[in-house]
């Protein structure tokens, strides 16, 4: 059995719904050597319906706010003035905390000269984990109504492996969340489809990998098999498409039922266990290459 | 006038939002259109808008450090909790190790800027991305675009709803159908808030049924109403079944069921709505779906 070195790919892509969760459980259970997967689509995580065994551990996760002592607070409004973020008002007699628009920077507590704001920890969602076979899953799960995805996503991807693989199912979109999700990622791989919605985010996807210096290359789920513009648009910007999962209806209705449709198709299964090698190679030749050198 | 607001969202990304926002504004023939998945934005792509107007959308503040006057301490690195601050590759003549400012990861919080012994830090207003009015065949359309790397999506969603609204009272427009972003926290939040009445797209699989379970839960916490439709829904015919019943548990109306089929994508090629596809199941349940939102609307 081969083994891989802790890397950390990231699964992602700018549009929902391409099949990131998908491809993600489908090759960590291909490659069949010890994984952990961090499913860090806090907002809808989808990863554990894979696993039969259900979700085993659940922790409470939360992220500090500040909680005013009145025996010690004078009023004097140093904390809201200096919170960019209006998450403290201050009048004459009272003094409001509004945790929801709070992003955790510390500020109040340092500016405030009474010492009258400490950090007491405000439970913003779960994380949860579960094995079966040689995969382990470790999933965050935003409580509904919050809005705190990304400090979540921070808290989850601190679970990656040191001594095996790390796959980390990513968040769609090209904002805050994602960028927690991919950011200290060693490589990822961006799924799309051959239509003008996916052309379009993934054009801003592989615009923000630029920008965070990720190696990346391209997964093509649901293609026709011909010349699609995601194959010119690849060409015109030198990106690699590694692999292409052809668009069949058995596959959708595979994928409806919960199964793992990729690892089931045999050619598809072997072009999984084929991503790892090509893309330690890719990491490699980054690391030579000038332009791809990681900070 | 009393303007209503239909808001499409789905929790489960790529279930048709865009498509169904389209052919639903396309059946209205006479609305405002408002895309709120900033992230990702698509609805330009099958609408025909024509740009009328473009605008900055300026949000938060990000911090720059002089690097003439950085002495190199490091207090700023060891305060911020966004690991914000890193070490500069360019030293000076005495060698000091500077810091920058990693702008993808700066919320501008200001922190760095108070504990900074040498002033060298300030907070500069920060450019978050862009507006955009066009015009289509239905009406004046609002939306936008992120900036890459860019934070404060719940802002520029408030930003183009508040627009929009503002263009309906304007041009006397009663009807608002906005495409809403994927999942469940903040630029979903910011989509639903206020709304006439909401729409979920899904799709008969696990993920669409668990993602639809947390997505009405969001809803009923905001107090909106709202119908359900599932896409592709003979893919899976036992799964449709099953989260009707879901929905249904939840209070929620069914506004019908949409066949699976390749218009979805030839639309998109086109740049045309769905409902302009010469698929009969397609359009006729579209059709349905329509006329059983008009009813709250």
């Avoid at chain 1, 990346?216 to 030198?238: T, V």
């Avoid at chain 2, 009272?169 to 808030?193: K, M």
């Avoid at chain 2, 199941?281 to 779906?289: C, G, L, N, S």
């Amino acid at each position: 059995m081969m083994n891989y070195p802790p890397l950390q790919i990231a699964i992602a892509s700018g549009k929902g719904g391409t099949g990131k969760t998908t491809l993600a459980v489908n090759l960590a259970f291909a490659l069949e050597v010890p994984v952990r997967l961090l499913d860090c689509d806090v907002e809808e995580p989808n990863a554990h319906l894979y696993f039969y065994a259900g979700l085993k551990e659940s922790v409470p996760v939360s992220v500090q706010v500040p909680e005013i002592d009145f025996a010690l607070c004078q009023f004097c409004g140093d904390c809201s003035r200096f919170c960019r973020f209006n998450a403290l008002a201050v009048g004459k007699k009272t003094a409001l905390v509004f945790k929801e628009l709070c992003h955790n920077c510390g500020g109040c507590k340092l500016v405030c000269p009474h010492q009258a704001i400490r950090e007491v920890p405000w439970v913003i969602g779960k994380k949860e984990i579960v094995s079966q076979d040689s995969v382990e899953l470790i999933q965050g799960c935003l409580d509904i109504g919050r809005v705190q995805a990304s400090p979540l996503i921070r808290i989850i991807r601190k679970e990656a492996s040191k001594d095996k693989l790390t796959l980390i199912d990513c968040p769609p979109g090209t904002t805050c969340p994602m960028i927690a999700a991919v950011e200290g990622s060693d490589y990822a791989l961006l799924v799309t489809e051959p239509t003008p919605f996916g052309l379009n985010d993934l054009k801003l996807a592989v615009e923000t990998l630029r920008v965070l210096k990720i190696p990346f290359g391209i997964i093509l789920n649901r293609s026709q098999g011909k010349d699609s513009i995601i194959h010119s648009y690849c060409r015109e910007e030198g990106i690699n498409i590694l692999m292409e999962i052809p668009d069949r209806r058995q596959i959708a209705e595979a994928c409806s039922r919960g199964e793992l449709a990729f690892c089931q198709d045999e050619e598809i299964r072997s072009q999984l266990r084929e991503l790892l090698p090509t893309i330690m190679m890719q990491i490699n030749f980054s690391m030579v290459s000038p332009e791809g050198v990681r900070p | 006038m009393n303007i209503k607001e239909l808001v499409i969202i789905s929790g489960k990304g790529g279930t048709g939002k865009t498509s169904l926002t389209a052919a639903l504004a396309k059946l209205s023939g006479h609305c405002v259109l408002a895309d709120c998945d900033v992230d990702a934005a698509d609805l330009h792509l099958v609408t025909s808008p024509q740009r009328e107007k473009e605008e900055p959308f300026m949000a938060g503040w990000e911090a720059v450090i002089d690097s003439q006057k950085c002495v190199g301490c490091g207090i700023c690195q060891n305060l911020c909790r966004y690991g914000a601050v890193l070490n500069s590759t360019q030293t000076d003549t005495k060698s000091t190790v500077k810091f920058v400012i990693e702008k993808a990861f700066c919320e501008g919080c200001g922190v760095c800027v108070w504990g900074c012994p040498a002033e060298a830090i300030e907070l500069k207003s920060k450019l978050s991305g862009q507006w955009f009015q066009s015009r289509t065949p239905y009406g004046p359309m609002i939306h936008a675009r992120l900036g890459i790397a860019s934070e404060n999506s719940g802002k520029l969603v408030s930003q183009v709803r508040f627009l929009a609204k503002e263009i309906a009272q304007a041009e006397q427009y009663d009807l608002i159908i906005t495409d809403g972003p994927p999942g469940i926290g903040c630029p979903v939040i910011a989509s639903i808030t206020g709304a006439s009445h909401l729409l979920v797209v899904t799709e008969p699989t696990l993920s669409g049924a668990h993602d639809l379970e947390r997505v009405l839960k969001l809803a009923a916490h905001f107090q909106l109403s709202v119908s359900v439709c599932i896409n592709k829904w003979d893919l899976n015919p036992e799964q449709t079944g099953l989260i009707e019943n879901q929905a249904l548990n939840h209070k929620a109306k069914l506004a019908g069921r949409i066949p699976y089929d390749p218009v979805f994508s030839e639309a998109q090629v086109k740049g045309i709505s769905v409902s302009e596809m010469d698929s009969i199941p397609v359009k006729e349940a579209v059709d349905h779906i329509w006329s059983h939102l008009k009813s709250y609307l």
